[in-house]
């Protein structure tokens, strides 16, 4: 089992940015496909940025791509999200998720679905006000 505690959330003007830290434990070597996910009241959960982290490669949703950026610590086992310039259309939970790879290291990338992912943390809640 992998457990996720997500931390960093909170208010911020429009424009402003904020960090989010997931911190991992128990069995992390059994996942390396390292997520965020966000939902919005009303909206369904998506994936933000991903992570793989034996190969290092990052992917982003087009909503983000080129303001938020996804990185890890090896040493603290802990996943970031950098968010900058961020936008009112960024309010959300958002959510850590670990899962494994479909084989080879690999993790599904075009498959942005939650199904893929094996372990969730508890959210963080983000709030952009204009």
């Known amino acids: 089992l992998v457990q996720l505690v997500e931390s960093g959330g909170g208010s911020v003007q429009a424009g402003g940015s904020l960090r989010l830290s997931c911190a991992a434990s128990?069995?992390?070597?059994?996942?390396?496909?390292m997520a965020w996910f966000r939902q919005a009241p009303g909206k369904e959960r998506e994936r933000v940025a991903l992570l793989n982290t034996r190969f290092g490669s990052t992917y982003y949703g087009d909503s983000v791509e080129g303001r938020f950026t996804i990185s890890q610590d090896n040493a603290k086992n802990t996943v970031y999200l950098q968010m900058n310039s961020l936008k009112p259309e960024d309010t959300a939970m958002y959510y850590c998720?670990?899962?494994?790879?479909w084989g080879g290291g690999y993790c599904y990338v075009r498959d942005a679905s939650e199904g893929r992912y094996n372990f969730w943390g508890q959210g963080t809640q983000v709030t952009v006000s204009s």
């Open positions: 998720a670990a899962g494994r790879s």
């Open positions: 128990g069995d992390t070597n059994s996942v390396n496909c």
